[in-house]
């Protein structure tokens, strides 16, 4: 059993900055693999970035250059450091963990852009 939890969204204007946080908890790995991702009502879910077991981090081009996926192991935390927000980057953000054959997701958090 894992439990995710991502806290850290909120309202906030084109251009500005948001860190979002994904808690882990239950049987995984502090290494483990861990990825946001964001969905629009009506659009597919979008991987937005990755952070692999030997921390490897990969991005959705959309936002290459702006997020910053990291990892504080001690806490078994992910964090998604979103800068330079823009109107389409409106979504819930939601934390997911690929456990071996087994997918664990957060309830989401939103992230509202807007001026």
């Known amino acids: 059993q894992v439990q995710l939890v991502e806290s850290g969204g909120g309202l906030v204007q084109p251009g500005g900055s948001l860190r979002l946080s994904c808690a882990a908890s239950?049987?995984?790995?502090?290494?483990?693999?861990m990825e946001w991702f964001r969905r629009v009502p009506g659009n597919q879910r979008e991987l937005v970035a990755r952070?692999?077991?030997?921390?490897?981090?990969t991005y959705a081009d959309s936002v290459k250059g702006r997020f910053t996926i990291s990892r504080d192991s001690a806490e078994n935390t992910v964090y998604l450091q979103m800068n330079s927000l823009k109107p389409e980057d409106t979504a819930v953000y939601l934390c997911?963990?690929?456990?071996?054959?087994?997918?664990?997701w957060g309830p989401g958090t939103q992230v509202t852009v807007s001026s």
């Open positions: 952070i692999s077991t030997g921390g490897i981090t």
């Open positions: 997911h963990a690929p456990v071996g054959q087994r997918q664990y």
């Open positions: 239950g049987r995984i790995s502090s290494s483990n693999v």
